[in-house]
Nanobody, 112 residues
Framework: QVKLVESGGGLVQRGGSLRLSCAASGITLDYYSIAWFRQAPGKEREGVSCISVNYHSTYYAESVKGRFTISANNAENTVYLQMNNLKPDDTAVYYC?????WGQGTQVTVSS
């Protein structure tokens, strides 16, 4: 059974930092890409970042380039999203995804 569990969300001031974690079970990062999506109130879900350990590649949405960093720890089967210089526009529920599998989401709120 595949399970993705996010953690690390919270309330932070503009310019602050948070690190989100996505702990995966039932899949291994060697063979499965992991992506982060986010959904703000009244908006569609959008892709934020993605990592493929097997292909040594990462992707970032333009809106987060230079501020967010995605990484993976194969030993822990966990993907991290380090978010720096956060802005109020980053406020959203952040979801971890791998193909058809989704986590429950973690709330990130950035105050101005």
């Amino acid at each position: 059974q595949v399970k993705l569990v996010e953690s690390g969300g919270g309330l932070v001031q503009r310019g602050g930092s948070l690190r989100l974690s996505c702990a995966a079970s039932g899949i291994t990062l060697d063979y499965y890409s992991i992506a982060w999506f986010r959904q703000a109130p009244g908006k569609e879900r959008e892709g934020v970042s993605c990592i493929s350990v097997n292909y040594h590649s990462t992707y970032y949405a333009e809106s987060v380039k230079g501020r967010f960093t995605i990484s993976a720890n194969n030993a822990e089967n966990t993907v991290y999203l380090q978010m720096n210089n956060l802005k109020p526009d980053d406020t959203a529920v952040y979801y971890c995804n791998s193909y058809d599998y989704w986590g429950q989401g973690t709330q990130v709120t950035v105050s101005s």
